[in-house]
């Protein structure tokens, strides 16, 4: 497995932008399909985006679609999540997730990933 370690999270306006990285450490990172997720107060954690192995295949939630971007460095090891126009909504504890099944190109789902990181905190103020 990969160890994950997650950074960037903060507080910031509406309207405003912050940059999530996501550190991993181990070999073959460009083995592992990477996704975000988010979890905010009372509510499951949800599905925000995920890129394929090689960084040209990325999905999105449609609720972040359009603002946020994922990308990812494999000679770094690091997949980067942009936050554009952040609305409140967008509050939440932000973890990233590594996922190894060589039957997908990525997912959407958090049982198809193996390794997850610690989360890092997004606030948003109105």
């Known amino acids: 497995q990969v160890q994950l370690v997650e950074s960037g999270g903060g507080l910031v306006q509406a309207g405003g932008s912050l940059r999530l990285s996501c550190a991993a450490s181990?070999?073959?990172?460009?083995?592992?399909?990477m996704g975000w997720f988010r979890q905010a107060p009372g509510k499951e954690r949800d599905f925000v985006a995920a890129?394929?192995?090689?960084?040209?295949?990325?999905y999105y939630a449609d609720s972040v679609k359009d603002r946020f971007a994922i990308s990812r460095d494999n000679d770094k090891n690091t997949v980067v999540l942009q936050m554009n126009s952040l609305k409140p909504e967008d509050t939440a504890v932000y973890y990233c997730?590594?996922?190894?099944?060589?039957?997908?190109?990525?997912?959407?789902?958090?049982?198809?990933?193996?390794?997850w990181g610690q989360g890092t905190q997004v606030t948003v103020s109105s």
């Open positions: 997730a590594a996922g190894a099944d060589y039957t997908l190109r990525y997912a959407t789902n958090q049982a198809d990933y193996g390794s």
């Open positions: 181990g070999r073959a990172f460009g083995r592992y399909y």
């Open positions: 890129i394929g192995r090689s960084g040209d295949t990325t």
